[in-house]
């Protein structure tokens, strides 16, 4: 496809809206399911592939750090699974490694980012209620005082959030309900981490039907060039995704038990 070449994105990295990646079919996979689709799997798929390509899992030298891309990585004590072993990608970064205990070197960790993933079938108010929600739950669970990106990713749509409980958004985030007579609203410690039109800057509402895509088929002609239609979003997607790396709220280890 024209276009997929061109350095929409961040210099250097392969991009993952690139026919060459994983990613790329992934995606494919994630629209050709469409939007009754009912299972999470493709989604989890999708984003596992894209992260791949932005969170190295080697060191460059033996003793660095190195990024770790986990599924239902275990997340403390609580008697709930869904809790204590929650449904999810996590994204850590595990530092250089302690002086070895006996034979073995000691690893710690820390979480820079949560993916919550759900089918296409659950793209609705509600269903992003449900997701933010179950978000929270576990969130306040294993990071009751340690800030973590938040990415809700709901079929081919995605939106990034910061959950920080030092903070206490205000306005607070709410979603209005599909026939707009009810608002429901959004924990104070989960913010928007990526402006745009999925989220009214004045009242603090998110509207999931403007969420960004990851639509890397479609095409549109500029100045005489083919371009993706949708290279905004991929464009922030990306940007976002090697921002998270450098973000400095995100200090402290994961708990030992994790």
């Not at 549109?220 to 239609?229: C, I, P, R, S, T």
Request: hydrophobic content about 40%; aromatic content about 10%; overall charge neutral.
């Amino acid at each position: 496809m024209a276009g997929q070449g061109q350095a929409i994105g961040i210099p250097g990295p392969l991009h993952f809206w690139q026919k060459s990646t994983t990613a790329y079919a992934k995606i494919a996979i994630l629209y050709g399911r469409g939007p009754s689709y009912t299972h999470e799997d493709v989604v989890w798929h999708t984003w596992g592939e894209i992260c791949d390509l932005y969170f190295p899992k080697f060191a460059t030298q033996p003793d660095g750090p190195r990024w770790s891309i986990d599924r239902e990585a275990y997340r403390g004590f609580a008697q709930n699974v869904s809790h204590s072993k929650p449904d999810l990608i996590a994204i850590k970064l595990i530092p250089a490694p302690q002086p070895p205990n006996l034979l073995l070197p000691y690893f710690h960790s820390r979480d820079y980012a949560w993916i919550e993933c759900k089918p296409a079938a659950e793209d609705s108010p509600s269903g992003w209620k449900r997701v933010l929600l179950e978000a929270k739950g576990r969130l306040e669970i294993a990071h009751p005082n340690r800030a973590v990106h938040l990415v809700i990713a709901v079929g081919w749509k995605c939106m990034f959030f910061l959950w920080d409980p030092s903070r206490n958004r205000q306005p607070r985030h709410f979603l209005r309900s599909s026939n707009s007579d009810e608002n429901w609203i959004i924990d104070a410690r989960i913010s928007s981490a990526l402006d745009g039109p999925w989220l009214d800057q004045n009242t603090g509402q998110i509207k999931p039907e403007l969420a960004m895509t990851l639509d890397c088929f479609a095409n549109e002609v500029v100045n005489g060039e083919v371009v993706l239609k949708n290279r905004a979003h991929l464009n922030a997607i990306e940007n976002t995704l090697i921002g998270i790396q450098y973000d400095v709220r995100i200090q402290g280890l994961n708990p030992i038990h994790f």
